[in-house]
């Protein structure tokens, strides 16, 4: 008998329980990426003692390898034929080594001579970025193939940012709590049993969804497209090129305010505890933007402009944190507010990932869900290490000094990294959403296709 379920029912026979076993890695993941973006700048500067410039460089090369090889990873990936699956083998062996080489990553030795920090710094980096590529591009590719149906890809991906946010929440609440308790002597002991600590929490949640999920979406047996055909359906698939644009620009956003956070809290607030209260309302807020963003999606009936809407919110809400700078009540109230997007935005967006991919494989035969979701993470990583190379070398010509008092001019800068320039970014994102070009309704119709196809 042939299913019956619809893009506003969802398929009843997808069970409840693989929700939880899908969305349990982000949690893991949040655990491990909320350290290095929020934390890894400040500490090679103020704890390992390496130069700004100098670790800007390092972000910009280092996240430029990461990027390009986000979609030759996730092409190899797509071609993959394991009897658990193409992408959960991969979740299992990219996260625990994603969690191994964080921890080589915080293990600091401000004693060495420069040259050996430096060594140091690249080796760790791009060994865990590259574990990170892994595990996240058979992360992303596995929410295309757990089912065809648009509900329940975007309640996956809801739960799976809740999931995230409650990983960040954690780590902006007891960060402090962890340095107060490690860091007696030095900050080095805070950061690295820190982070030993995510660790340990985080390899759990990956071995659910590697061994919980399900792939039921499958392309071909026999068809194994190689990467230069990838690239080329990818140029004619204009969805998927502007959620391109969008990751890139979502990338540079989040960058922005998680990297400046920590310096704005430490110099404009005058007091880094104000970044746990900080992080803690983000954080809730963005559980609740991830829960509720399938309720905005049934309001409205379409994923772009349910995202649209959130993102011009989001821009106003952040401008005005400018002109309310912390410690004020107003700034708070405006950043928990904000925060609601940090968790909506990610859920509908990657919601519509295998919808575009749906979108190749109608058009051109081929299905490549891990090739598309290496295609969006090369975006967002472009846009992160534009933005996280830019942190350091804005923070250089403004005058920033570590450990010492700032000029007004660098507070200034600090201020506006942390929020004017997300805000005009954010506002983009919510152009093109405006204008994206596949609908629910278009959506309906290729799946119908496919499966008159039999391939669905």
């Given at each position: 008998?042939?299913?019956?379920?619809?893009?506003?029912?969802?398929?009843?026979?997808?069970?409840?329980?693989?929700?939880?076993?899908?969305?349990?890695?982000?949690?893991?993941?949040?655990?491990?990426?909320?350290?290095?973006?929020?934390?890894?700048t400040i500490f090679y500067t103020d704890v390992f003692k390496i130069?700004?410039?100098?670790?800007?460089?390092?972000?910009?090369?280092?996240?430029?390898?990461?990027?390009?090889?986000?979609?030759?990873?996730?092409?190899?990936?797509?071609?993959?034929?394991?009897?658990?699956?193409?992408?959960?083998?991969?979740?299992?062996?990219?996260?625990?080594?994603?969690?191994?080489?964080?921890?080589?990553?915080?293990?600091?030795?401000?004693?060495?001579?420069?040259?050996?920090?430096?060594?140091?710094?690249?080796?760790?980096?791009?060994?865990?970025?590259?574990?990170?590529?892994?595990?996240?591009?058979?992360?992303?590719?596995?929410?295309?193939?757990?089912?065809?149906?648009?509900?329940?890809?975007?309640?996956?991906?809801?739960?799976?940012?809740?999931?995230?946010?409650?990983?960040?929440?954690?780590?902006?609440?007891?960060?402090?709590?962890?340095?107060?308790?490690?860091?007696?002597?030095?900050?080095?002991?805070?950061?690295?049993?820190?982070?030993?600590?995510?660790?340990?929490?985080?390899?759990?949640?990956?071995?659910?969804?590697?061994?919980?999920?399900?792939?039921?979406?499958?392309?071909?047996?026999?068809?194994?497209?190689?990467?230069?055909?990838?690239?080329?359906?990818?140029?004619?698939?204009?969805?998927?090129?502007?959620?391109?644009?969008?990751?890139?620009?979502?990338?540079?956003?989040?960058?922005?305010?998680?990297?400046?956070?920590?310096?704005?809290?430490?110099?404009?607030?005058?007091?880094?505890?104000?970044?746990?209260?900080?992080?803690?309302?983000?954080?809730?807020l963005s559980i609740v933007g991830a829960l509720t963003s399938i309720?905005?999606?049934?309001?409205?009936?379409?994923?772009?402009?349910?995202?649209?809407?959130?993102?011009?919110?989001?821009?106003?809400?952040?401008?005005?944190?400018?002109?309310?700078?912390?410690?004020?009540?107003?700034?708070?109230?405006?950043?928990?507010?904000?925060?609601?997007?940090?968790?909506?935005?990610?859920?509908?967006?990657?919601?519509?990932?295998?919808?575009?991919?749906?979108?190749?494989?109608?058009?051109?035969?081929?299905?490549?869900?891990?090739?598309?979701?290496?295609?969006?993470?090369?975006?967002?990583?472009?846009?992160?290490?534009?933005?996280?190379?830019?942190?350091?070398?804005?923070?250089?010509?403004?005058?920033?000094?570590?450990?010492?008092?700032?000029?007004?001019?660098?507070?200034?800068?600090?201020?506006?990294?942390?929020?004017?320039?997300?805000?005009?970014?954010?506002?983009?994102?919510?152009?093109?959403?405006?204008?994206?070009?596949?609908?629910?309704?278009?959506?309906?119709?290729?799946?119908?296709?496919?499966?008159?196809?039999?391939?669905?």
């Open positions: 008998m042939t299913r019956k379920f619809t893009s506003e029912t969802g398929d009843p026979s997808f069970q409840n329980w693989r929700y939880f076993a899908f969305a349990a890695s982000d949690l893991s993941y949040s655990l491990i990426y909320f350290w290095i973006v929020s934390f890894l130069s700004t410039v100098t670790v800007s460089v390092m972000m910009l090369i280092t996240r430029v390898y990461d990027a390009i090889n986000d979609p030759i990873i996730g092409g190899l990936l797509d071609n993959g034929r394991w009897k658990m699956g193409r992408y959960r083998p991969w979740i299992i062996i990219g996260g625990l080594a994603m969690i191994a080489t964080a921890i080589f990553l915080f293990w600091a030795h401000p004693d060495w001579n420069n040259t050996g920090k430096i060594v140091y710094m690249y080796v760790t980096y791009i060994l865990c970025t590259t574990a990170m590529t892994v595990f996240y591009m058979a992360y992303g590719a596995l929410g295309g193939t757990i089912s065809s149906n648009s509900i329940v890809r975007l309640r996956a991906n809801s739960l799976r940012f809740a999931f995230s946010g409650a990983g960040n929440l954690a780590i902006g609440y007891f960060v402090p709590v962890l340095f107060a308790a490690f860091a007696v002597n030095s900050l080095v002991h805070g950061y690295l049993y820190g982070i030993i600590i995510s660790g340990i929490i985080a390899v759990p949640f990956i071995l659910i969804t590697g061994f919980g999920t399900k792939e039921v979406v499958y392309p071909p047996k026999d068809v194994k497209p190689p990467l230069k055909e990838q690239f080329k359906v990818l140029l004619k698939n204009k969805p998927m090129l502007i959620l391109t644009i969008l990751f890139f620009l979502q990338g540079g956003s989040i960058t922005l305010r998680m990297t400046s956070a920590t310096y704005y809290f430490t110099y404009v607030s005058g007091n880094l505890s104000y970044f746990s209260l900080y992080s803690v309302l983000q954080s809730i309720y905005i999606f049934k309001i409205v009936k379409d994923k772009a402009k349910s995202l649209a809407i959130v993102l011009v919110i989001t821009s106003f809400l952040m401008i005005g944190m400018y002109f309310f700078p912390a410690p004020g009540a107003v700034f708070f109230i405006l950043a928990a507010l904000s925060g609601y997007s940090n968790g909506a935005t990610p859920a509908l967006s990657y919601s519509m990932l295998p919808d575009a991919v749906d979108y190749t494989q109608d058009k051109d035969g081929l299905r490549t869900d891990a090739f598309m979701a290496a295609v969006g993470s090369f975006a967002f990583k472009c846009g992160t290490a534009l933005a996280g190379a830019m942190v350091g070398i804005v923070l250089n010509e403004i005058g920033y000094v570590a450990n010492a008092e700032q000029t007004a001019e660098t507070l200034t800068g600090i201020s506006n990294m942390m929020t004017i320039i997300p805000a005009v970014l954010i506002a983009v994102m919510a152009v093109l959403m405006f204008v994206y070009p596949l609908n629910e309704n278009r959506h309906n119709k290729i799946l119908t296709s496919l499966r008159e196809k039999k391939l669905l």
